[in-house]
């Protein structure tokens, strides 16, 4: 017998871990498949209309319903900074999720805990310092998410993944 499948959707933030994490939890879970939603959107210009957007949720939906299609994986692993309830359930609504659970979950922090993140790869040359200001702007728009919050400001992306774990 099959064991169900089941599909992790985790929001955050830029720079508050996701990616990290999603990794971590690969790693850690049996038959396990991990999609970076910014993956499907890397462009230069980075341009957001409406059209864009859509084209961008499209190809989130195929390649997730792609990878829960495919006997291969149990465990599917999505990260994108999902801020608004209105990303989730269009995500969702593309999805066909029948005999899967699907955790919908929000990593969060502390504004001081995000500022030292971001700090530390501006200066490492991995993002531009607008994004602080962006990102911190964000962090209150997670309490609105139907969605399992947990805090990372003071916790390692290892422990953020064994708590999602044991959810």
């Excluded at 049996?30 to 957007?53: H, I, S, Y």
């Excluded at 702007?137 to 309490?143: M, N, P």
Aim: charged share 25%.
């Amino acid at each position: 017998m099959t064991k169900r499948k089941t599909l992790y959707l985790i929001g955050g933030t830029m720079g508050v871990g996701k990616t990290t994490v999603g990794q971590i939890l690969k790693q850690k879970m049996d038959r396990a498949v991990f999609l970076d939603g910014d993956w499907c959107w890397d462009a230069d210009p980075f341009q957001v209309n409406e059209e864009t957007k859509k084209m961008v949720t499209d190809n989130i939906c195929y390649l997730l319903n792609n990878f829960l299609r495919c006997s291969v994986y149990e465990n599917i692993i999505f990260c994108w900074v999902m801020h608004q309830q209105e990303i989730i359930d269009q995500i969702l609504s593309g999805l066909h999720t029948a005999g899967c659970e699907v955790k919908a979950i929000s990593l969060i922090c502390t504004e001081e805990a995000l500022k030292k993140r971001l700090e530390k790869d501006v200066r490492a040359g991995l993002r531009r310092a607008d994004v602080i200001e962006r990102s911190i702007g964000r962090i209150a728009l997670y309490d609105a998410l139907r969605t399992v919050k947990v805090d990372v400001s003071e916790i390692s992306a290892g422990q953020a993944a064994e708590r999602i774990l044991s959810m």
